[in-house]
């Protein structure tokens, strides 16, 4: 009952199926916890400090202890780790790495067994274990940048789609008013353009008429002088 009240405060959904998994030994469903388990989704578990917090740090303890244990079972060797070592190793661990989580130790042992962490030799003891969390942590911390860069890539093209989106609609502001103006100005200088070139030839015209009548009521010099 006490068990379940702690796995109770567990905020982080993984780290508590992993908590159970470990404290009542399904070793099914721990292997396919395991399985599916990567370093970028190990990053997002509980930390040790707060986890150690919300089931105690004799209950952490004993779930560390119980993942070196069975890591340590996985391989045929001649000197392998005792119980006690594994009780120490966990306390240092917890001591060490307070700012990892439960599941970067499960992805520890996944990555040692799968030979992804160096070769093991005759033995398995706190020394190989430490030698195993420092090539992973730098895996990890490899991994924490590049998803820090995609982070930043991401945020950056947020903000200039952001700011594209703010120039548009000033744009927007800056021309969708006036450019009706604008055409509205256009058309009546059109207007006015069209009125006054039909003046110009009302003018024109007129001109001519007066200069046509002007012309015809003016006698003819010519035939004045011949009748004389």
């Not at 703010?166 to 509205?184: A, C, F, N, V, W």
């Amino acid at each position: 009952m006490e068990q379940n009240k702690e796995l109770a405060l567990i905020q982080n959904q993984s780290t508590k199926r992993l908590t159970q998994l470990l404290t009542t030994n399904d070793k099914i469903g721990f292997a396919f916890e395991e399985k599916n388990l990567t370093i970028e989704k190990a990053i997002t578990g509980s930390l040790l400090k707060n986890l150690q917090k919300e089931i105690s740090e004799v209950g952490l303890m004993t779930i560390i202890s119980t993942l070196v244990l069975k890591t340590a079972n996985f391989f045929n060797v001649g000197k392998n780790i005792t119980e006690d070592q594994a009780i120490n190793t966990a306390v240092l661990i917890l001591e060490k790495y307070p700012y990892e989580t439960l599941e970067d130790f499960v992805m520890v042992f996944k990555m040692a067994k799968k030979g992804e962490l160096g070769k093991v030799y005759d033995r398995i003891d706190p020394q190989v274990i430490f030698e195993w969390c420092n090539q992973y942590f730098e895996k990890k911390a490899e991994i924490r940048e590049i998803e820090h860069q995609k982070f930043k890539q991401k945020e950056a093209k947020q903000i200039e789609n952001q700011k594209a989106r703010e120039r548009m609609r000033e744009l927007y502001k800056t021309y969708s008013g006036p450019t009706d103006d604008q055409s509205k100005k256009e058309d009546q200088i059109s207007k006015q353009y069209a009125k006054m070139k039909l003046d110009y030839l009302l003018n024109q015209n007129k001109e001519e008429l007066l200069k046509k009548q002007k012309n015809d009521s003016t006698p003819d010099n010519t035939n004045s002088s011949k009748a004389s």
